[in-house]
């Protein structure tokens, strides 16, 4: 007997073994993810690593050249776009400049012109922009024509929406209210969305799932709060986020190391040496710090008001060479050692800390 493996059950919409190579380079390699009906995900990577194509190819813009993608158990792969039923929002709004709003909102509605219209001023409430039927894009904000290309996107009611950075060309404020609009919207209609982004707090904010991808392979799926806590690989540590890498070593007790913290367990595995990973809000800073992990003495270079927090860079006094970044309230009294040039001692609870073992990928 083997390790029995269950294949989890496919998702509504299924993509399974997609390849693409563009010439010499392969842009996707070997992907497979399933996402639910009425599941918001997020394929989140840095630029290039493919998650526009992947996006492109449900979308039947981009041909595959292996895999399939289902739809409802249906091989949609080898319908024309125009017979996949979904809609798409592009980051450069994509309006026809010529067109009225409610032309552009009309434009995929094959409806009388009563019900036409009708279905437009249903559709222009939805996204908060009633009465601008006769508005040219021009006329309008960023952020009021993204809502148009939504509502666009949404007319003929897809089972799917597709959106390709949809916010990242908008203001910081108005990407965030209408990403929470979205969501809302999403949620409101139950409609499934894939969402490609390279901005991980945005990832974070509106996903159900996250598929972090990297180089063409999808490196992780999970939860927000899985990919950002547990972290499968140093990628997706680093990529969401910010991550310590402490070198850590078994002392003579054969207890995990760093300076003068003991993470208090064996490495895995019988390794010597690994790397342990933490977040900067799991350092604890004294006076906060907590029973179960040892303390070491750090020397503060340099402090970074966030607004919520204050981010301090540290280096371990035994070891300048090992750095630590730490958050702690702004507000929250008891900080206040936390200044340049101060000597403060910290600790890591040891089960904040996952071992990665050193060189892994
Ligand atoms: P970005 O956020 O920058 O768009 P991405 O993750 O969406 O990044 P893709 O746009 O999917 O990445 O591109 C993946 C790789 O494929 C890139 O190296 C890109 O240059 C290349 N590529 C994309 N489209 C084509 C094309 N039509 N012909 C040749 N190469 C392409």
């Known amino acids: 007997g083997g390790m029995q493996v269950s294949a989890p059950a496919p998702g509504w919409l299924r993509i399974e ?3 693409k190579r563009f010439g010499a380079a392969t842009v996707l390699d070997e992907i497979t993810l399933d996402v639910r009906q009425g599941e918001f995900l997020c394929l989140l990577g840095p630029s290039g690593c493919g998650k526009t194509t992947l996006l492109r190819i449900i979308a039947g813009l981009e041909k595959q050249d292996g895999g399939v993608v289902l739809m409802g158990g249906r091989n949609i792969g080898v319908l024309p776009p125009a017979q996949r039923d979904y809609g798409i929002v592009f980051q450069s709004y994509a309006l ?11 434009y995929a509605l094959r409806l009388p012109r009563k019900e036409k219209a009708k279905r437009v001023a249903q559709l222009l409430e939805m996204v908060e922009l009633d009465g601008k039927q006769e508005c040219y894009p021009a006329q309008l904000s960023g952020g009021q024509q993204q809502r148009i290309a939504l509502a666009r996107a949404l007319a003929t009611s897809p089972s799917l929406l597709l959106l390709d950075e949809p916010l990242s060309a908008l203001d910081a404020k108005v990407r965030e209210n209408l990403r929470q609009e979205l969501r809302a919207l999403q949620r409101k209609l139950g409609i499934t969305a894939i969402m490609v982004t390279h901005d991980q707090e ?3 904010a509106i996903a159900d799932t996250i598929a972090v991808m990297a180089k063409g392979r999808i490196e992780q799926v999970g939860t927000p709060e899985q990919v950002y806590g547990s972290p499968r690989t140093r990628f997706v540590a680093d990529f969401v986020g910010s991550a310590n890498w402490l070198p850590v070593r078994l002392n ?3 207890l995990a190391t760093v300076g003068d913290i003991s993470f208090g367990h064996d490495l895995p595995a019988g390794a010597r040496t690994a790397l342990a990973f933490c977040r900067p809000e799991d350092v604890r800073v004294e006076p906060h710090w907590t029973a179960g992990g040892s303390m070491t003495m750090t020397i503060v270079d340099r402090v970074d008001f966030l607004g919520g927090v204050r981010r301090g860079m540290l280096s371990l006094c035994a070891d300048r060479s090992v750095q630590l970044i730490v958050d702690v ?3 929250e009294p008891g900080y206040d050692s936390l200044q340049p040039g101060q000597r403060v001692p910290v600790s890591i ?5 996952r071992f990665f073992m ?3 990928a």
């Open 96 to 106: 026809f400049p010529n067109l009225t709003v409610a032309e552009n909102v009309a």
């Open 17 to 19: 073994g997609v390849n």
């Open 349 to 353: 609870p040891p089960h904040r800390v």
């Open 202 to 204: 945005e990832a974070l």
């Open 329 to 331: 309230p702004a507000s």
């Open 252 to 254: 003579e007790a054969g």
């Open 358 to 360: 050193e060189g892994a």
